[in-house]
């Protein structure tokens, strides 16, 4: 038996940044994963991979089709799909190695098998081990939801996991879900060749990101060739012959070589020994905790996607550092209302804080500035100019409640924004402050400008 200061149960973003983070405050920290390597699903299967091969989907597009608009002259381009994956694989090997030499760095003993929550204080492993720990903080993630009549084997109809291995570009793909997950991963595949389809229950893409941007948003992704059939609730997606077929409800069905079900994912929280100590979990499945991340189980802590709200890594890795700084010094904070979300597609679309929608069911008056990427001479040069910045902010404080963005470099801009309303400032401080040209951020400034309607390059 092996006896510790806090036990992290979960070695992603969230688990293994709170067990840095419980190190550096001094405290002996054990991380266990189940996983061959420490990561989670964002760096093995899911974020950095994805991004991976979004990048090489992008050079392969630009070269076959818009480097000569450019004075650049190739040969006939051809699609190296192996070695791409190669390449994704490396990406991943590296920062998993980098994960790896950090939780070394900081003297945490990892576990790479499984763990449930045993008697009050310990943590029992698959490999036999038994952990003591003073605090135990769950962080075990999500998995890819399923949905009735969908029958995945994982090779023709797949989750986002397997959708990152295909072995050949599917000649046409159908994608249900119009998350982030199914346009990014819908992306990718349309840039290699792929007939996409995308199947969404609601009435338009994006559910919870600003309208008004998401609806733009399509507009360009079906210029891309991307085809989105809304409104649709799928019933069945099964193997047939060599290719699948998609029934929906109403609707003739639809053959094709490969489907991703991409509908959201679920929580991670059966089987961990939870409902034994008596830590509550809602009827989805989240984690109920409280203010400061504890459960219901004394000493028992959950952070991250486990616990609901936005399936974000970084919003996970401020959970993380927070409720070890909670636990060891009695202070820790989160903004949730700063925490930016990223659609990596192309062009990118990022956003914070308040949607116009939720702005109005709560009643608050708010004044909108908004500035097209085409008005912007950075843009203009690398021939980036769809999209605008979008600047809500209150109508009597100007104080900024939310930002949206859709256009290049989108999730690098979000950033001045995010910091922005982390310390409260409004339009017009935004508005103020100079801005490198020729940048693209500077649409970020006029869009403040716009607030007060004093743009002044468009």
């Not at 983070?21 to 899911?46: I, K």
């Not at 609730?233 to 290719?243: E, L």
């Not at 060891?328 to 949730?336: A, D, I, M």
Request: hydrophobic share 40%.
């Amino acid at each position: 038996m092996s006896q510790f200061d806090l036990v992290v149960l979960g070695g992603g973003p969230g688990g293994y940044v709170a067990a840095i983070r419980g190190a550096q405050l001094g405290l002996s920290v054990a991380c266990v994963d189940e996983n061959p390597v420490f990561g989670g699903t964002c760096l093995r299967v899911g974020c950095i991979p994805s991004k991976a091969l979004l990048e090489s989907s992008e050079k392969f597009e630009a070269a076959s089709k818009h480097l000569k608009a450019h004075g650049v002259t190739v040969g006939p381009v051809s699609l190296d799909l192996a070695t791409m994956m190669k390449r994704k694989e490396g990406v991943v090997k590296a920062l998993t190695g980098g994960i790896a030499a950090l939780l070394k760095k900081n003297k945490i003993t990892g576990f790479n098998t499984r763990g449930r929550l045993g008697s009050k204080g310990t943590v029992v492993l698959d490999s036999g081990e038994t952990l003591t720990a003073k605090h135990i903080i769950v962080a075990t993630g999500t998995r890819s939801a399923d949905l009735p009549g969908v029958e995945i084997d994982g090779k023709n109809i797949v989750t986002s996991t397997e959708a990152l291995e295909f072995k050949t570009v599917p000649k046409h793909l159908v994608v249900i879900g119009a998350g982030f997950i199914g346009l990014e991963m819908g992306s990718v595949w349309s840039r290699l060749g792929s007939k996409v389809t995308v199947l969404e229950y609601l009435d338009r893409i994006l559910p919870g990101m600003d309208q008004e941007t998401a609806l733009a948003a399509q507009k360009i992704f079906k210029k891309q060739g991307l085809d989105f059939q809304l409104g649709r609730r799928v019933t069945a997606a099964r193997k047939k012959g060599r290719g699948c077929v998609v029934e929906s409800e109403g609707h003739d069905p639809i053959t094709c070589d490969a489907v991703l079900l991409a509908v959201g994912r679920v929580p991670v929280s059966k089987d961990l020994g939870l409902e034994e100590l008596g830590v509550q979990i809602d009827k989805r499945g989240f984690i109920i905790v409280d203010e400061n991340y504890g459960t219901a189980a004394t000493g028992v802590f959950a952070i991250g996607d486990v616990i609901g709200g936005p399936q974000l890594a970084h919003k996970a890795e401020e959970e993380g550092v927070a409720c070890v700084e909670r636990i060891v010094t009695g202070y820790g904070h989160v903004n949730y209302g700063a925490i930016p979300g990223v659609v990596y597609t192309n062009p990118e679309i990022a956003s914070v804080g308040s949607t116009q929608e939720q702005l109005d069911e709560a009643g608050i008056a708010y004044n909108v500035g908004k500035f097209p990427f085409r008005g912007n001479g950075r843009a203009r040069a690398i021939n980036s100019v769809e999209g605008y910045v979008k600047i809500l902010a209150d109508k009597t404080t100007d104080r900024i409640l939310g930002v949206h963005i859709l256009g290049a470099h989108a999730g690098d801009l979000i950033a001045e924004a995010v910091a922005a309303m982390e310390f409260g400032a409004t339009a017009e401080d935004l508005a103020r402050t100079s801005h490198s040209h020729p940048t693209l951020a500077e649409a970020v400034k006029e869009a403040a400008l716009a607030v007060d309607g004093r743009a002044l390059h468009f």
